[in-house]
């Protein structure tokens, strides 16, 4: 999650987030690099004492700034281009799993091995442990197993809703009557935290996803818990 | 076409030439070209009739010719003010007085209607200028001109009405925030307090946030201090 006053884009824990975050430095170097050439020019053009009233056009001048610009959008669309369709690969996925988005909550399905489904609401302010994140923690985390090629299928119950979670650079809409497919798989052992990023009613900003990656053998101890009724009783689940 | 049809098209200013022909001529030459025709059609709207006093006939002979000479040259449009007893100003909205540092040279004299005392003074102005003395000099340089450059480039001093105002207004939100603050608005949650924050970091150090050059990575988890 974010620390306070983070400016800068969370550390990647995924690889296509790694891949975003190489790309967000190319451009910005690109804007950077524009913007001083603008303050410059306009620092230059306030300090000068000469004045040229009758100044109408400049060919040659506008067709300079027609071309270089294009060539930068080039320089900028290629590596998009590239991004987007990577995000879009999903190479051989051992798990698929389905978030389903409600109001205002999200209920997930693990139906490829075991038939596990369980509600995920947001811990009100009156049930959080001390040092627990305000809005952010879940009665229910999703937990995945670490450096597994995971499908996430996403949709609605009823109105649309987002399902986000930005250290994995993961966002995509949950339509009703749609399934949207996501390619996750965690670089790393962590909690990931993200929220509902589609307007969705009045408790929209209290909705939210945490996925906890976790090694596959305390997945697969997960996985047995979540199929145990006794436990599941007691953590009131359904299976 | 028949001669009574360019005839009837002279007083539009348009002689029907073929579009080759004007293609081939630049676009100077052609604007040259039409205000040449506009000017002729001019003097032959004058000859048409020696009727149309009125204002609206004025107006139209007078557009026509002023445009023509505007385009051509200032001096001959500046000739033209006053024409038909209209003042400089209602003849070309342009001939009114402005300061301009950026452009010091004015359209009009600043004093247009001299008095007596001023009118035999430009007429001495006409003869020898050693024999002006230096008032009589600034006296004709206030004539023509209503401050002189380094007056007009001087600072007003306007930027401190406008500092001042700012932050007037600014301190004035201030005080409206911190009276909203104390008496309007709900209590923070107690996540915002100091103790829930440093229990927040501390968890979020256990999970390893952030590990590659955010939070995680400044803490040294060997000898449990900041690096």
Not at chain 1, 107 to 122: A, K, L, N, P, V
Not at chain 1, 123 to 139: F, I, N, Q, T
Not at chain 2, 30 to 45: G, H, K, P, T
């Amino acid at each position: 999650m974010a620390t306070p006053a983070q400016l800068g884009l969370m550390d990647a824990a995924s690889p296509v987030m790694e891949e975003m975050i190489y790309f967000h430095d190319h451009v910005m170097l690109v804007l950077i690099l524009i913007t001083c050439l603008i303050f410059y020019s306009m620092l230059v053009l306030i300090s000068s004492k000469y004045i040229y009233r009758f100044l109408t056009d400049g060919h040659v001048i506008e067709t300079v700034w027609t071309v270089i610009p294009a060539i930068i959008l080039v320089v900028v669309a290629l590596p998009s281009l590239k991004l987007l369709y990577l995000t879009d690969e999903l190479d051989n996925p051992q798990l698929t799993i389905k978030s389903v988005g409600h109001q205002w909550y999200w209920s997930y399905e693990y139906t490829d091995y075991y038939d596990i489904e369980f509600d995920s609401y947001m811990l009100p302010l009156g049930d959080l442990s001390k040092g627990d994140a305000r809005l952010l923690e879940v009665d229910n985390r999703v937990v995945l197993p670490v450096d597994t090629s995971v499908r996430v299928l996403v949709t609605a119950a009823d109105v649309i809703h987002s399902w986000t979670v930005p250290s994995l650079g993961l966002k995509m809409d949950a339509v009703p009557g749609r399934l949207n497919q996501l390619a996750l798989q965690c670089s790393r052992v962590g909690t990931f935290y993200g929220q509902c990023s589609e307007i969705c009613g009045a408790n929209h900003s209290f909705m939210p996803i945490v996925i906890e990656a976790v090694p596959v053998e305390v997945f697969e101890g997960w996985c047995d818990m979540m199929l145990d009724e006794e436990s599941l009783g007691s953590l009131n689940m359904k299976r | 076409m028949s001669y009574k049809c360019m005839t009837l098209l002279r007083p539009f200013g348009i002689l029907p030439v073929g579009l080759s022909h004007v293609a081939h001529v630049r676009s100077f030459e052609f604007i040259r070209f039409f205000l040449a025709i506009s000017i002729q059609n001019c003097r032959f709207l004058n000859t048409l009739s020696q009727k149309g006093r009125t204002m609206a006939h004025q107006l139209m002979r007078a557009v026509p010719r002023l445009v023509a000479r505007r385009a051509f040259s200032t001096s001959l449009a500046r000739a033209g003010g006053g024409a038909g007893g209209m003042p400089a100003w209602q003849v070309n909205p342009r001939n009114v007085y402005e300061d301009r540092p950026d452009f010091p040279m004015p359209n009009v004299p600043y004093v247009s209607e001299l008095s007596d005392a001023q009118k035999a003074l430009k007429a001495k102005e006409a003869g020898d200028w050693k024999s002006l003395s230096d008032e009589e000099l600034k006296e004709l340089y206030r004539l023509k001109f209503h401050k002189t450059l380094a007056e007009a480039e001087a600072p007003t001093g306007e930027w401190k009405t406008v500092v001042g105002g700012t932050s007037l207004i600014i301190a004035l939100t201030f005080v409206l925030y911190i009276i909203q603050k104390k008496y309007a608005m709900p209590a923070m949650p107690e996540t915002c307090n100091y103790e829930w924050q440093e229990a927040m970091m501390k968890k979020q150090l256990q999970m390893r946030n952030n590990p590659v050059e955010g939070l995680a990575s400044k803490w040294d988890y060997e000898n449990n201090k900041w690096k």
